[in-house]
């Protein structure tokens, strides 16, 4: 799923220009790569940043598509996956502004369905965001009626991360430490059981970890997927 909205040539204009202008114009932004004739994107996860963009020619209602990649193009379609939205969106959204600016043109946000200028440029983003949330919440549900505890518990274990990873860790040296403290073992025994302690310890608090948050995920999730059977509505601001 994706947030789309559209450079077009403006209503009853009718206007196209050259397939290869708005080409040249997308290839000179910052990292966008060329797929085929009329598809770009940008794609830096590491980054956080993707999004594609599909140029082509609109139809009247009376005309047939034509399977050819056309000369002429009057739109510019970005779309934006969800997952992605918040460092994505905003930069998409700009540089839809910018070629906007270039050929005269207007961007159109299709889930608002509703013509953006820059001057409602932190509404468009609001909106924008709220759509993202919704779909978010539409996916996770839909994971969870599909996905079983265990695999839940997977993904939560695959999910870890290093600081959580390190404070699973710390907590079984200390309670390696204590536990040892408190049976009086000698010396010898500290180095020989330690590494054991700490070893299997910082495995089974990070697996007691990772099982509590699938199953708070799981209940969570199923409720949810149970209360509602689709995305509340947004309107523009």
Known sequence: MSYDFEVRSRSGDGSSVPRETVASYLLRSPGVIRADLTSFGLDRLGSGL????????QTGDDEEPSAQAPEFVNYALFLVPYPFLDKSGPVALEMAFQLADELDWSVYDLQG????????????????????????EVRERAQAVEMSLGELFMQEMWNHKLVSAAACVVLAAVGSGWLLLTLERPRDDFDRYMPWGVSVGAVALMWIKGFAQAVVRHHRLRGG??????PKSHGAA
């Open 113 to 136: 369905d509703c013509e953006l200028s820059r001057d409602a440029l932190p509404d468009a983003l609001r909106l924008m965001k709220s759509y993202g949330h919704t779909a978010q």
């Open 225 to 230: 997927a149970e209360a509602s059977t689709g």
């Open 50 to 57: 993707t999004f594609s963009i599909d140029i082509g020619h």
